[in-house]
């Protein structure tokens, strides 16, 4: 249920208006029926303050009610009974207190009883203003609970398309992995064994960091090394890398798994498509509060992958946009049969 006046400017709002309907009603009893300023500031103070009150219960009336979106017989019949209720009981307590109070002043009284009719349809635009206001504030708040629903449910399906991308990076490397384990088993089983025992670390490190959307590039630098490590194990020499790291970055933060997808990609378009002198070079800088990652490696232009349709890349970049919001934090390059692939991660207190 909306609460009535859940906002400080509603209430403002609402008493401002009665005070100038209070002061309009006086200045009229007291200027143009020459009422005396007491007599008419009690007859317009009386009159709106008891319709002030009744009209707090007409709230009731419009919360339970579509005023546009189904204006049906049973909606139309409610808020005419509501109306004859709401002004009869206005009428009846305004002239019983004024006609207490000035029960000596024939003039006055007199007067009452003439501008019963008057007071009526007074009465009635009250009514109608008042359902109006108490509309627009109902469609307030319920604006501000679709916006806030829209918000969670981005939000969840932010995480959870986070984490459908996350959990396709994992398996990617794991099935080349065991694919290199069971073809080192026949031919090295030692080297087999240490490469079991390597996965084992890095996949660790994968799960712990499973439900984190950023982490440490201490943290992803570690985790790195271990893929190197692996990767090491089924390349050999081929493999040949180097990772600079200017002063300040180490603490600064990335997505995890962000720098696996791109010595993946450098390895299956690059060193599968030389057969000696493969590099990969990556420098990772802090640029005014910007964690700047530039990976170079080289490749034959000539090669022709078999993998057209890998995640890499594409995956790199859908998980920058959904935690960022922004399309211009990966660039690419290629020049030369050299491959550079620059990424900006803006850092946030």
């Keep these: 249920m909306y609460k009535l006046f859940s906002e400080k400017y509603q209430q403002i709002i609402l008493i401002g208006a009665w005070l100038i309907i209070a002061i309009i009603h006086f200045a ?45 017989i049973d909606i139309i ?14 009428i009846f307590l305004s002239t019983h207190i004024l006609s207490s109070l000035y029960s000596d002043n024939n003039s006055y009284i007199l007067f009452l009883k003439k501008s019963f009719s008057i007071r009526i349809i007074i009465g009635v635009i009250y009514y109608i203003l008042n359902i109006l206001f108490f509309f627009f504030l109902k469609t307030i708040e319920q604006l501000k609970d679709k916006e806030e629903r829209e918000k969670q449910i981005n939000i969840l399906l932010k995480n959870a398309e986070l984490d459908a991308l996350k959990s ?11 694919n290199s384990i069971n073809a080192l088993t026949q031919s090295d089983p030692a080297k087999a064994s240490n490469m ?4 084992s670390d890095y996949m660790r490190y994968s799960l712990n960091q499973s439900n984190d959307i950023l982490t440490s590039l201490s943290n992803e630098i570690n985790h790195i090394e271990k893929y190197l490590e692996i990767e090491k194990v089924r390349f050999g020499k081929k493999l040949n890398y180097s990772i600079e790291i200017s002063d300040g970055c180490i603490e600064m933060n990335l997505p995890p798994v962000l720098l696996q997808p791109l010595f993946e990609n450098a390895i299956k378009h690059g060193l599968y498509s030389l ?14 509060q910007i964690l700047q ?15 057209t349709n890998g995640l890499g890349i594409n ?28 990424i900006k991660i803006p850092q946030y207190d």
């Excluded at 007859?43 to 049906?72: Q, R």
């Excluded at 019949?77 to 206005?90: D, K, M, P, R, Y």
């Excluded at 990652?293 to 993998?307: A, G, L, Q, R």
């Design 168 to 178: 396709q990076i994992n398996p990617h490397f794991l099935f080349n992995s065991l």
């Design 315 to 342: 995956n790199l970049k859908n998980r920058l946009l959904n935690i960022y919001g922004r399309i211009d934090l990966c660039q690419i390059n290629k020049e030369n049969n050299l491959f550079t692939i620059t």
């Design 28 to 72: 009229i009893l007291m200027l143009s029926l020459n009422i005396s300023w007491e007599t008419a500031l009690m007859d317009a103070f009386v009159f709106n303050s008891i319709f002030a009150l009744i009209s707090i219960g007409l709230w009731f009336v419009v919360i339970n009610s579509h005023l546009i979106e189904k204006l049906t």
């Design 77 to 90: 019949i409610t808020h005419i009974s509501v109306l004859i209720i709401a002004i009869g009981l206005w």
């Design 275 to 288: 057969i000696e002198g493969f590099f990969i070079k990556i420098i990772i800088t802090n640029n005014n």
């Design 196 to 199: 079991i025992l390597k996965l």
């Design 293 to 307: 990652i530039i990976m170079t490696n080289n490749f034959d232009s000539s090669y022709k992958s078999k993998e």
